[in-house]
């Protein structure tokens, strides 16, 4: 009887084992947008295309790519942890299984906080002036690619993807490769 009434009942949008730490992380990306982008308003029009300014927007998406490089340190790790070459290596196969389960754990919280910081990037590039270069029409790219990436995200957790977050997340993440590194 029971399991006919948790069958029946509607599924959580997020886990019960990772909602506290995701609530909390869309709490300090609200907070983070908003104090920042205050900050962002407050400034003068004479230190908007300052070099000064510039490092500002470029500290956001510092912030931002180590975030996301956190994020995907979950993939890579589950990548190396299925490797047959590791078969033989049981203590680097259970140090490796340590760092992947931290890595699972805190990639939703920590992807969440970097788009805060990529939104804020893309707010005080805007307002640094946006000029039509490699550089910005990569980042933009990048963005556009990412705005499904939490979409199926969710959809992940109930298992309705079928690795849509995983291929949309990939293209995010080289098409964000070749807009920091190029």
């Known amino acids: 009887m029971e399991t006919r009434e948790n069958s029946n009942q509607k599924k959580s949008l997020i886990p019960v084992m990772e909602r506290k730490w995701v609530?909390?992380?869309?709490?300090i990306a609200i907070a983070l947008?908003?104090?920042?982008?205050?900050?962002?308003l407050h400034t003068p029009l004479s230190t908007l295309h300052?070099?000064?300014?510039?490092?500002t927007f470029k500290n956001?998406?510092?912030?931002?790519?180590?975030?996301?490089?956190?994020?995907?340190a979950y993939y890579v790790l589950l990548r190396i942890i299925r490797l047959h070459v590791l078969k033989d290596l049981v203590n680097i196969k259970k140090w490796l299984s340590t760092?992947?389960?931290?890595?699972?754990?805190?990639?939703t919280p920590i992807a969440i906080?970097?788009?805060?910081?990529i939104i804020l990037h893309t707010i005080a590039v805007f307002m640094y002036g946006f000029e039509f270069d490699f550089n910005n029409i990569s980042g933009l790219l990048a963005l556009l690619v990412l705005l499904p990436v939490p979409i199926s995200g969710l959809f992940r957790y109930q298992?309705?993807?079928?690795?849509?977050?995983l291929r949309s997340g990939i293209v995010f993440a080289i098409l964000f490769l070749i807009h920091s590194f190029l």
């Open 23 to 27: 609530i909390l992380a869309i709490g």
């Open 33 to 40: 947008v908003i104090w920042q982008y205050l900050g962002l």
């Open 50 to 55: 300052s070099k000064r300014f510039e490092h």
């Open 60 to 72: 956001f998406g510092s912030n931002a790519r180590i975030a996301i490089f956190f994020a995907l």
């Open 99 to 107: 760092l992947l389960r931290f890595a699972r754990k805190w990639h």
């Open 113 to 117: 906080i970097a788009i805060a910081f």
């Open 159 to 165: 298992r309705l993807d079928r690795k849509w977050h």
